[in-house]
Nanobody
Framework: QVQLVESGGGLVQAGGSLRLSCAASGSIFSINAMGWYRQSPGKQRELVAAIASAGRINYADSVKGRFIISRDNAKNTVYLQMNSLKPEDTAVYFC??????????????WGQGTQVTVSS
């Protein structure tokens, strides 16, 4: 089994910053892409940012220039530095990882989610 544990959410004023962390543990052979998604009430879950094992990065247009995703492969951890936060960034943020548990078996895993609230 693979577990993803997120931390770092909270309440911040508009213009402020937060840093999210997500550590993967368990039966891990290797991890391909890791990423962050978010979901606010009444909306579908959307991709915020993703980073491949080789470092290729993809951002949602709404966060480009404000958010930075990074990862520490030695620690199986992905980070999301969120700057210049806006009220519309308010959502539950979920960590996601594409994990190979063996050389032949992969799975898509999710964290439990962490609330980010940006006040105006």
């Amino acid at each position: 089994q693979v577990q993803l544990v997120e931390s770092g959410g909270g309440l911040v004023q508009a213009g402020g910053s937060l840093r999210l962390s997500c550590a993967a543990s368990g039966s891990i052979f290797s991890i391909n892409a890791m990423g962050w998604y978010r979901q606010s009430p009444g909306k579908q879950r959307e991709l915020v940012a993703a980073i491949a094992s080789a470092g290729r990065i993809n951002y949602a247009d709404s966060v480009k220039g404000r958010f930075i995703i990074s990862r520490d492969n030695a620690k199986n951890t992905v980070y999301l530095q969120m700057n210049s936060l806006k009220p519309e960034d308010t959502a539950v943020y979920f960590c996601n990882a594409d994990v190979a548990v063996t050389t032949r078996r992969r799975g898509d895993y999710w964290g439990q989610g962490t609330q980010v609230t940006v006040s105006s």
